[in-house]
T-cell receptor, first 115, second 116 residues
Framework: AQSVTQPDIHITVSEGASLELRCNYS??????LFWYVQSPGQGLQLLLK????DTLVQGIKGFEAEFKRSQSSFNLRKPSVHWSDAAEYFC?????????????WGLGTSLAVNP | GAVVSQHPSWVICKSGTSVKIECRSL??????MFWYRQFPKQSLMLMAT?????????EQGVEKDKFLINHASLTLSTLTVTSAHPEDSSFYIC????????????FGSGTRLTVV
């Protein structure tokens, strides 16, 4: 069955430090992978997505992610974290089931940023 | 880009009353709408999928009579929480999938429901 695992429930980094959020997926075919960010009480904003092609994907707000098929991973990175990056981050894989196109969600990683 | 407008942003209601949440696609036609529920500090749980002109498809364990979903037009999908109880308090989010492929899922801004 398709699934997404985000091993880190909570991460704290200092402002200016680098960040890597882990995401592993289980999917039988070529995965369609997403990273979303959710600020407190807010909806979801797409950071970046991978469908095919270059395995290093650039997104908004200075984020990037690398698809590694051999490791079934799609880790999110940022070289220098800002205080405004404190939020909940969700990894998701697109799943064709029947006629709908659902997203399978990880449990999320909560990011705290120390000044 | 595509926008889904979700209202209300927050609502407080008394136990036993019903609450309706609306999601409107503003500049596109949404034949499908996903409805999610999110508990604090947790991931999104898919509740149901609404399709314009047909019955909604509910995920296992979701009470159909409790969470009424209607997709009456190509621009409006509604979720009504009937006879709400405190355990129904949660954050509800709607999402329209892209018309093709996997790009461009559009999310509403969410509704914080508190039942007192």
């Amino acid at each position: 069955a398709q699934s997404v695992t985000q091993p880190d429930i909570h991460i704290t980094v200092s402002e200016g430090a680098s960040l890597e959020l882990r995401c592993n997926y289980s999917y039988g075919a070529t995965p369609y992978l997403f990273w979303y960010v959710q600020s407190p009480g807010q909806g979801l904003q797409l950071l970046l997505k991978y469908f095919s092609g270059d395995t290093l994907v650039q997104g908004i707000k200075g984020f990037e992610a690398e698809f590694k098929r051999s490791q079934s991973s799609f880790n999110l990175r940022k070289p220098s974290v800002h205080w405004s990056d404190a939020a909940e981050y969700f990894c998701a894989v697109g799943d064709y089931t029947g006629n709908n196109r659902k997203l399978i969600w990880g449990l999320g990683t909560s990011l705290a940023v120390n000044p | 880009g595509a926008v889904v407008s979700q209202h209300p942003s927050w609502v407080i209601c008394k136990s036993g009353t019903s609450v309706k949440i609306e999601c409107r696609s503003l500049d596109f036609q949404a034949t499908t709408m996903f409805w999610y529920r999110q508990f604090p500090k947790q991931s999104l749980m898919l509740m149901a999928t609404s399709n314009e002109g047909s019955k909604a498809t509910y995920e296992q364990g979701v009470e159909k009579d409790k969470f009424l979903i209607n997709h009456a037009s190509l621009t409006l999908s509604t979720l009504t929480v009937t006879s709400a109880h405190p355990e129904d308090s949660s954050f509800y989010i709607c999402s329209a999938p892209p018309r093709t492929g996997f790009g461009g899922y559009t999310f509403g801004s969410g509704t914080r429901l508190t039942v007192v």
